[in-house]
């Protein structure tokens, strides 16, 4: 017991790290644990690495928003935070933004609690069908998501299709972890480039408390309900995350309030994470980093295992709500004396040693890895730069996963 309980609390400081690092994505811990799993398997057992991963995952789903609204540098599952985040940053109400998606996060912990048993019924019952249309569904979804862009909508549909195209060349070149390279480019490092060009100056926050911080019961429901509504797209979609779902969940109810619409980001970013578990279970399919690690870890998860999972995220969530509430509350009373400038320039710095130390060991490969990434930078300047959805550069996923579905 001892030992999982060391995971966990790991696992908390991992997914914090990973939370408050813009550029530092989750995946790339889950990249690193998976290379350096031999040797922790050696020493115990597959579930406590579960366990970790687990934990980390969760805890990340909670601190993502706290870079994104008081730092503007999301990652691709938190960027649509910015808009109503960084209006309320700038009225000095950042951490009065973050605990609306605290409330929905930790709201989600219920939906994925109560609603396990209804997806392990539906989701086996429903995917083979569902399968045989899935590069159809994806079509739909894409075009909807890039309708949604007032006004530049040649421009998403550009971006996306370049995406693809980037992402298709990507994962037909035989060199060692290629997504590496991609999604740090376009959902890392460019954001970090244009943070240091911004020269990002944030200022003074005053901390409301947490009893003036509250939603209507109707609000309440109505996001929650977006988030039950849209989050299953993603367990038997690939390619689509957090941020396409809650675009979806929001369509779906018209839900304007930014109160309500960050509620439901925070949501639907756990109950993601969550589903990716189940989907595991389920169908056999990963649709997170964290979800595909593990079935490195063990191919085939067992209903004891995914029960483990299920309370590894209530325990974890819960004392992520608490550690989050005092980390934001620091780091609100202080985010207006950091340089923001030379934190991104050391973290692009270690990102770009991360990505080189676990590319391919030849130097074709380096160099090839380098081409990767410095493309894949390029183009989510370009889509920042255009001020594009960056969730149009999950493109670079979608689109090989149209491809071979119909092929």
């Known amino acids: ?98 605990i609306f998606t605290l409330y929905g996060s930790l709201t989600a912990l219920l939906i994925i609690l109560l609603f396990t048993p209804i997806f392990l019924f539906l989701l086996p019952k429903f995917y083979p069908s569902i399968q045989k249309i899935m590069p159809f569904i994806l079509i739909t979804i894409s075009l909807f998501l890039i309708g949604s862009e007032k006004n530049k909508k040649l421009w998403a549909l550009f971006i996306f299709l370049i995406a693809g195209f980037l992402g298709i060349a990507t994962l037909n070149i035989n060199i060692k972890e290629p997504l590496l390279p ?132 209530i325990i974890s969530g819960l004392l992520s709500f608490i550690l989050t509430i005092n980390i934001s509350k620091i780091i609100a009373k202080n985010i207006h004396k950091i340089s923001y400038n030379k934190l991104s320039a050391i973290i692009l710095l270690i990102i770009i040693f991360i990505v080189l130390i676990f590319s391919d060991p030849t130097l074709e490969g380096k160099l090839i890895t380098i081409l990767i990434f410095l493309t894949s930078t390029s183009l989510g300047i370009f889509t920042i730069s255009k001020n594009i959805k960056r969730m149009h550069l999950m493109g670079s996923l979608i689109i090989p996963t149209i491809i071979f579905y119909l092929i």
């Open 1 to 98: 017991m001892l030992i999982e309980i060391i995971a966990i609390m790991l696992g908390l400081f991992a997914g914090t790290m990973t939370g408050l690092t813009p550029g530092i994505h989750i995946n790339l811990v889950a990249i690193i644990t998976l290379s350096v799993s031999t040797f922790i398997l050696s020493i115990t057992s597959p579930i406590v690495l579960i366990i970790f991963i687990t934990s980390m995952a969760i805890t990340h789903t909670f601190m993502d928003f706290i870079p994104s609204i008081f730092l503007g540098a999301p990652d691709e599952d938190s960027f649509l935070s910015i808009l109503p985040g960084h209006k309320l940053l700038l009225r000095g109400r950042g951490y009065y933004a973050i």
């Open 182 to 313: 991609l999604l740090t480019g376009l959902f890392g490092s460019s954001n970090l480039i244009i943070a240091i060009k911004q020269k990002t100056k944030i200022p003074e926050q005053r901390i409301t408390p947490l009893r003036n911080i509250k939603l209507s019961k109707d609000s309440i429901s109505r996001a929650s309900l977006a988030s039950i509504i849209a989050s299953p797209f993603t367990a038997f979609l690939p390619g689509l995350g957090a941020s396409q779902a809650a675009l979806i969940g929001r369509s779906f109810l018209n839900i304007k309030d930014q109160r309500e619409f960050l509620f439901l980001l925070g949501a639907i970013n756990t109950i993601v994470m969550g589903l990716s578990f189940i989907a595991l279970y389920s169908i056999n399919k990963t649709r997170t980093g964290a979800a595909a690690t593990i079935s490195q870890i063990i191919p085939e998860l067992t209903l004891n295992n995914l029960t483990i999972i299920l309370l590894v995220i």
